[in-house]
């Protein structure tokens, strides 16, 4: 292994409409939760199903995608980075956001 990369790649389901912004200078930024299922049979032999939701911003060229293309429920495909970060809410409380900024993005299905 000569470079070990933070990369995430992810195929889900999206959670909502995803979130727009426009920037001055016309940047944007795209907002969208996804969730990835998994399921297993457990020790009893039944079906377990699993759903985690994930953070997924996008910007440029990837935002204009999802702003013409993505809706809730698109089944897509996204390569990512992992990113942490932290902000101070109304209260004064420090909150934190784990999210994937992508980079790529590929629509599935319907």
Known sequence: MNAIKNK????????QEPEIKTFDGGKKVANITIATNESYTNNKGEKVENTEWHRI????????IIEKYVIKGKEIAIEGKLTHRSYDDKDGNKRYITEIVA????????
């Open 103 to 110: 980079n790529e993005l590929l629509l599935l299905g319907k």
């Open 57 to 64: 911003t996008a910007w440029g060229k990837v935002a204009d």
């Open 8 to 15: 995430v790649q992810l195929i889900g389901h999206v959670g």
